[in-house]
């Protein structure tokens, strides 16, 4: 036996081993296992001619190379579902996107997909379901999801609503050429915005959070050490926007010297931009209403900034500092609005083009 099929033989040994694990509900020791696998296949080589002339030890023998790529490939599936079972869903996309490499495969989409819902990264979702149903049309657990997703994105005002509906199912509603369009300027980001789910258990009626700021039970505080945005006013009561803390053109936006409770997001995205959603149902000081004196926001090419300051004295900010953005942003061309049950964020991308990577938390402290 050759160096390299010893090899191959140590790598579908610890498959194996990693399965059993998985099978008992030890995922993180099957996932110990399944990185053993590439252990010994990373350090193989594909045959070619140099390789054959010199005779090394570590070329895969032709008639192996196949039975190495489908090794790597249900590796990386079943490392994938083992971060699902572990909430780790960024590994989870990263881990089927390097099955997807070896060839296209609906369990690569399917649970590519999964991680891509938990990570509140619907187009993508949606993408992966469609394209995985392609693939297995009679796959109820494909279905069951694509139903999920439409449910979660449901959550939403009427208008909002029709959207998501119009975009998971490719149709147009026939109604819509006599029916007048949103204006731009009231939404804010025009007619493609969808209310976010962040928090599913406790949903509440939008328009429970109509209620002005001046009408809750709360004191405004300022937050030591925090710069409070400047804000102007729409001319819709129920919308306003807040302009970005000045700080110059720069890089990143700045990591925070004191504590801050992280806030949960959805998003979605155009070739044009980015829309982030930060809903008001998922903290209990939130669910009244947010002043936008509280609010403040700052924009760096390559990372954002967003904070709620609280109203009870000693309580710590909440915020969102988000970043590894595929290409830079502009800030000069990102809005902030705070509408009756959520924060919305336009990023506005400098290229035009989809971005296949995350939105990801990054530090929001300097410590």
């Known amino acids: 036996m050759s160096g390299a099929t010893a090899q191959i033989a140590q790598a579908e040994a610890h498959k194996a081993e990693g399965n059993q694990f998985y099978g008992s509900g030890s995922y993180t020791k099957a996932l110990g296992a399944y990185h053993k696998v590439f252990c010994y296949l990373n350090g193989l080589q594909i045959p070619s001619e140099r390789a054959s002339d010199f005779g090394w030890n570590n070329v895969i023998p032709p008639e192996e190379v196949s039975k190495v790529n489908k090794l790597k490939q249900s590796t990386r599936l079943n490392m994938g579902a083992c971060y699902l079972k572990v909430g780790e869903h960024q590994k989870c996309v990263d881990a089927c996107s390097k099955a997807i490499e070896f060839g296209t495969n609906s369990k690569a989409l399917f649970r590519r997909a999964q991680a891509y819902s938990a990570l509140r990264n619907f187009d993508g979702a949606k993408a992966d379901l469609e394209r995985a149903l392609e693939l297995a049309p009679d796959d109820r657990e494909i279905k069951a999801e694509i139903k999920k997703v439409k449910a979660l994105f449901l959550h939403g005002d009427k208008e909002e609503k029709k959207q998501f509906a119009k975009m998971l199912s490719g149709t147009q509603d026939p109604r819509s050429e006599t029916s007048p369009k949103p204006n731009e300027d009231q939404e ?32 405004e505080q300022k937050t030591e050490g925090l710069k409070t945005s ?43 931009d980015i829309k982030i959603y930060v809903p008001f149902d998922q903290s209990s000081e939130l669910s009244c209403g947010v002043d936008e004196q509280r609010v403040q926001v700052e924009y760096g090419e390559w990372s954002i900034l967003l904070l709620i300051h609280p109203t009870t004295e000693g309580l710590t900010p909440l915020g969102l500092r988000l970043g590894d953005f595929h290409r830079r942003i502009d800030p000069e061309n990102c809005k902030c609005i705070i509408r009756n049950s959520r924060i919305s964020v336009k990023l506005a991308k400098k290229v035009k083009e989809h971005w296949w990577n995350l939105l990801q938390h990054v530090p929001l402290n300097a410590g």
């Open 188 to 219: 804010g980001f025009g007619n493609n915005n969808i209310e976010d789910d962040a928090l599913m258990s406790g949903a509440q009626n939008p328009d429970m959070c109509m209620t002005d700021a001046s009408q809750c039970a709360c004191d």
């Open 230 to 272: 400047k804000v102007e006013k729409l001319p819709s009561a129920n919308e306003r926007i807040v302009h970005p803390v000045n700080l110059g053109v720069q890089d990143e936006a700045r990591k925070l010297d004191v504590a801050v409770r992280e806030l949960t997001y959805a998003w979605q995205q155009t070739e044009e």
